[in-house]
């Protein structure tokens, strides 16, 4: 989690040296990051589905393989659209096979529901750590050596996901795997049948799609748009880390409020904060120390939502298949960030301004808060596997 989410959280800060590099405005390093995104999402449900048949290991092993080989490629291409396939087929491959989904599923299967959230708050504060661990050093690789060089590096660093993976557990012990075998009576169709019968369900999705837009609009055009306003580069490399470095405790702090308070009420708050955070950032006047702020607030409510809304699909849906319900949540989210990414260099290019986009993200933040509040978060009754 360390080093996937640290990588993935880093490209932001690549867009000025490649676009300038290949010669191309905003929007092409912009759609690059929107593909991977979009990719990261869309295999999503297929990477849960496999992990929940064959094992979290040797999806993320196979993951780590993609993971560098997309970064490599990256970096010694001569052509700019060779970077759809590396930086975004491949490396959205990557992502989707190292990441939330099946980390979290792996994790869900060993501890007990009632410790579930504090658990992936715990888990998703890795990857918080990785963010504020691998952009100043990214940045550092930048300022010393060049883009192409910092890609080399991470590739060499996803070999050690690989080793990692090896000595992953997954063997369940006490109420947990009680738990699980009674859950193994449903079948994946029934699985995915009642979960999109359940309004709560597709609600989970609106609002988890809100903090795909809002995670990948900040992470890949926060650099840029304090660049504009005549912001040193080290700005957005600190705002970025301190992004990183308050989302340890925010994951874990939103984790820990879904186990002891209502999940939804908990979502319904850390939006709120989110909506307050962002519109006094866009309105107050702009400075280093007020950038730095902004990541440690923004920071604090990042991946708050991670834990919040895996616990509150486990919770209602159970653990067996929550690899491939989650991971059909996450598909929605990285269409939210497919758009972010996206229209954040769309609409600069066409305005030359990043403000119509950051007033869309406080209405998408309020609008989140809502829809979570009608949720009926009570456990399903687990369907029975019907004789063949």
């Not at 340890?248 to 939103?254: A, L, R």
């Not at 989110?274 to 990042?302: K, N």
């Amino acid at each position: 989690m360390i080093i996937s989410m640290g990588i993935r959280q880093s490209f932001g800060i690549f867009m000025l040296p490649i676009s300038e590099h290949f010669e191309t405005g905003r929007e092409f390093f912009s759609l690059t990051i929107a593909l991977q995104n979009l990719l990261f999402g869309l295999f999503q449900p297929f990477v849960g589905m496999a992990a929940d048949r064959f094992g979290a290991k040797r999806v993320i092993a196979g993951g780590a393989i993609a993971y560098a080989l997309g970064l490599y490629l990256t970096s010694i291409t001569q052509a700019s659209g060779m970077l759809y396939l590396s930086l975004g087929v491949l490396v959205g491959l990557g992502l989707s096979a190292t990441s939330y989904v099946v980390i979290l599923g792996a994790v869900s299967k060993v501890v007990p529901a009632k410790h579930a959230s504090k658990a992936f708050g715990f888990t998703s504060a890795a990857g918080s750590f990785g963010m504020f661990a691998v952009i100043p050093g990214a940045q550092s690789l930048l300022t010393h050596f060049d883009w192409q060089g910092a890609m080399q590096v991470f590739a060499m660093a996803c070999f050690a996901m690989l080793a990692f993976s090896v000595f992953m557990q997954s063997t369940q012990g006490g109420s947990a795997k009680a738990a699980l075998e009674v859950e193994r009576e449903q079948s994946l169709k029934q699985a995915l049948k009642q979960a999109f019968s359940h309004k709560g369900y597709l609600l989970i999705h609106m609002g988890f799609f809100v903090c795909g837009f809002h995670v990948m609009f900040i992470a890949t055009h926060l650099p840029s748009y304090l660049a504009d306003r005549g912001l040193p580069a080290n700005a957005a490399a600190m705002a970025l880390a301190y992004v990183g470095i308050f989302n340890i405790f925010g994951s874990y702090f939103w984790g820990l409020m879904g186990d002891y308070y209502n999940k939804r009420h908990v979502m319904s708050a850390l939006y709120l904060v989110r909506t307050l955070v962002i519109a006094g950032f866009v309105m107050l006047p702009l400075t280093t120390t007020s950038a730095g702020i902004f990541g440690a607030a923004i920071g604090f409510c990042w991946l708050g939502t991670v834990p919040l809304t895996s616990g509150l699909v486990r919770q209602i849906f159970g653990a067996r298949y929550l690899s491939t319900l989650y991971g059909l949540v996450f598909c929605t989210h990285q269409i939210g960030s497919f758009l972010g990414a996206w229209l954040g260099g769309r609409i600069y290019d066409y305005t030359g301004s990043y403000q119509p986009i950051w007033y869309s993200t406080i209405a998408l933040a309020l609008l989140a808060a809502l829809v979570h509040l009608p949720i009926n978060d009570k456990p399903v009754n687990q369907l029975q596997a019907q004789p063949a």
